[in-house]
């Protein structure tokens, strides 16, 4: 493997691992889609929104480091995809500016609309942010209407396009394909167990625990059941796949050929799903470990599918309209002088996930209580 092929490689596994980060840390959505199920008076409902506001910027942050890198590494991806899938992306944005306006002018005084109208914004994002993002992810695997021409950049007067997207529905077409909206209603479902292992562990009122111990007794067995039917219709489909000449082909089981062939990704798929399971055994029993569990369980289930949407020569975006114009990690990526400067940056990565760390566990050294929402100081 080369320096390049390399770096292709490197960097891909962390916008792999930025992605697993992101839906795990959605559990912030889950719990604003619960806030009128879990939460019945309005003190219930500040208590959920205060735990949830000490997370919702770890959120929003992943959420746009996710999109830089993906500029950063692989910039004919974002281009194509941000620049076609215009109404999806778009759709995403607006429910995550609904949110930080939300949190940021929910209990002002000067709020003239209502904390009602802000719990709206809430729920919103909760359902919409992993239901669309999910659907968005599922097209890395089902493919999606565009085309690339990179002969347009040799054309002179006007700005060059290389990309361009085939469908005038420009990304809202991914909801014909059943694999897509399966993938981000199971998003959803594990955003929402995720949620009540969350308030299980941040939140010390025992009525909200056992509510949300109740909950997730229905949203986990629904999110696995879907979860799994998901998974075995993708080990069963094709894939798009280059050969060593760059060009593209459709491999039948391709992506159980993937984890055939890489027996470290496979465990470690194994691995996060008996985590997520155990995890979900453990919120029944209303154990306060059960998020941490579910959280690295999360992680590395995500991490291990991104990996094989992109690894082993397959093309992780796939083009239905065009099937030379699928994307792989080696036809889309930055130059080699890009990537390795970005990789010189990447080391102070550590140092970040390690002050998110300290943050978190400031924030949760001890679980929130109704004591907290009278005590004064900032309320969300």
Known sequence: MDTLSLLQHYWWFLIALLGALLVFLMFVQGGQALLYRLGRSEEERNLIVNSLGRKWELTFTTLVT??????????????????????????????????????????????????????????????????????????????????????????QGGAAVISQWSSPWHGLEAVADW???????????????????????????????????????????????????????LLVSDGATADAAG??????HKYLHNLLEMPC????????????LWSIRLGWSGRRSAIWFGGVGTVLTVLTLLLTAGWNQTAYYPSLSDLQSSLTIANS???????RV??????????????????????????????????????Y
């Not at 694999?179 to 929402?192: C, D, M, Y």
């Not at 102070?348 to 100081?377: K, M, S």
């Open 66 to 155: 996710f999109g830089g890198a993906f500029f950063a590494s692989f910039p004919l991806f974002y281009s194509t995809s941000f620049g076609g899938a215009v109404y999806v992306w778009m759709a995403i944005l607006l429910c995550f500016v609904l949110q930080a306006v939300a949190y940021e002018y929910r209990r002002k005084p000067s709020n003239v609309f209502g904390e009602r109208t802000f719990d709206v914004f809430l729920m919103i994002n909760g359902i919409l942010g992993p239901l669309l993002i999910g659907t968005a992810v599922g097209t890395l695997f089902t493919g999606a209407e565009f085309t690339v021409d990179r002969l347009n950049l040799t054309e």
């Open 333 to 339: 990526s930055s130059s080699l002088f890009t990537l």
């Open 265 to 276: 990704v496979a465990a470690v798929l194994l691995v996060g799903v008996v985590a997520v």
């Open 342 to 379: 970005m990789a010189w940056v990447s080391l102070f990565i550590p140092f970040v996930v390690a002050y998110i760390w300290y943050v978190w566990r400031a924030l949760n050294r001890r679980p929130l209580t109704r004591d907290e929402l009278h005590e004064g100081g900032h309320q």
């Open 247 to 252: 060009r593209i082909s459709m491999e039948p």
């Open 179 to 233: 694999r897509n909206v399966l993938l981000g209603v199971s998003v959803t479902l594990l955003t929402l167990t995720l949620a009540c292992q969350y308030l299980i562990n941040d939140v010390d009122d025992e009525t909200l625990r056992q509510r949300a111990r109740s909950l997730m007794r229905r949203t986990g067995p629904v999110f696995v059941v879907l979860f799994v039917v998901w998974l075995v219709a």
